[in-house]
Structures are given as C-alpha cells and as structure tokens.
C-alpha cells in the first residue's frame, strides 16, 4: 500500500500576514459581541444616587471608587461627579431608608392571603387553594361555591360564577361583600 509523505509547507509571507490580520479583525469583532453583562446598579441604587447627586435615575450611568478615597459617578450624558467616599456614604445612609425596597411577588401574595384570610374569617367563609401566579380563589361558605375572589393589577376583584364579569374593588372586604355574602355576627 503506498504511503504518501506529508511534508509541512511554510504560507509566503503575503498569505501569513494576510491569515494574521484575518485573525485579528475575528478576534475584535467577537470582543465587541460579548454578551451584555448585567448591570450591577438596581433602579433602586439609580434612584439613591440621583437624590444624593440632585438628578433623575436615568441619568446615572454607573459609579465606581478610585483609590478608595473618590467615589465617582458617571452620567449617560458623558460627565463625571466625584465626591469624598466618607461623605458619600454618609448620604447614601442618610437617603437609603426614605426609598421604598420595592414589594417581590412572594411579599405581595404573602400580604394578600393575610389580608384573605382575614376577610374570609369575618365573613365565615373558607377558600380553596390559591392559584400565586394570578392570585385567585374559590370562596365557600358550609360547603357551598360562593364565587370566585382574586388581586391584580386593577385591584381586588370578586365575581359569583366561574364566567362573568369581576367587579372590582379596593379591598378584599369589598370584593367579598359584592359576592352578596354578610358579615358572621357573634351570638
């Protein structure tokens, strides 16, 4: 069987410059398409440094210390404030606690079935499982449909039949009481 020999041929010179500079745009075009890292500032740290700074959170861009004395903010439009680290984070503890943590979802549904449940307590009623994703409930009374009761974006809302129209309300005590039902009065 005939073997034939591989023998390592060098690029001319052209065709090597040619291959490294082929090379080089590939390798900076694919630095320039990294994936978008996420950004470490929350609305809520935007909304922090633009009350410290006098400004609007979407003009905060990032902020970063140098040499562990400055603290720098950098703004959308292109400029840069710096202010001592001391002082800055003197008014980031000042101004933190006058800015509302925005409510999760698992807080939210948490204050919402407290609230159901202490409505369905005054009115004698008992719910099924609630769907967390949209909030909702059937509501009984000694083992009979009453209707359905949820929350969203409107508000709380309550209709007596699987199909129908919601009436909203601002409150679960509201909703409920549309459903026709009364308060248990002690005896």
Request: aromatic letters at 8%; charged letters at 25%.
């Amino acid at each position: 069987m005939p073997y034939g020999t591989l023998i390592e041929q060098a690029l001319p010179v052209d065709e090597q410059q040619k291959a490294q500079q082929e090379l080089n745009d590939l390798l900076a075009t694919q630095s320039e398409t990294v994936a978008p890292t996420q950004d470490p500032l929350t609305h809520r740290d935007r909304q922090i440094i633009a009350t410290i700074i006098d400004s609007t959170p979407d003009q905060i861009k990032t902020i970063w210390i140098e040499g562990g004395i400055t603290v720098w903010v950098q703004l959308k439009g292109g400029g840069r404030l710096p202010f001592d680290k001391t002082w800055f984070a003197a008014r980031v503890a000042e101004v933190k606690p006058t800015i509302a943590e925005p409510e999760t979802p698992r807080q939210r549904n948490e204050r919402l079935s407290d609230e159901l449940e202490e409505v369905c307590r005054k009115y004698g009623l008992w719910h099924s499982d609630i769907d967390w994703l949209s909030f909702s409930t059937k509501v009984f009374r000694e083992g009979r449909l009453v209707g359905f009761v949820g929350c969203n974006a409107e508000g709380w809302y309550s209709r007596p039949r699987l199909y129908g129209r919601n009436q909203v309300a601002d409150t679960a005590d509201i909703a409920i009481a549309y459903l026709g039902v009364r308060p248990v009065v002690a005896a």
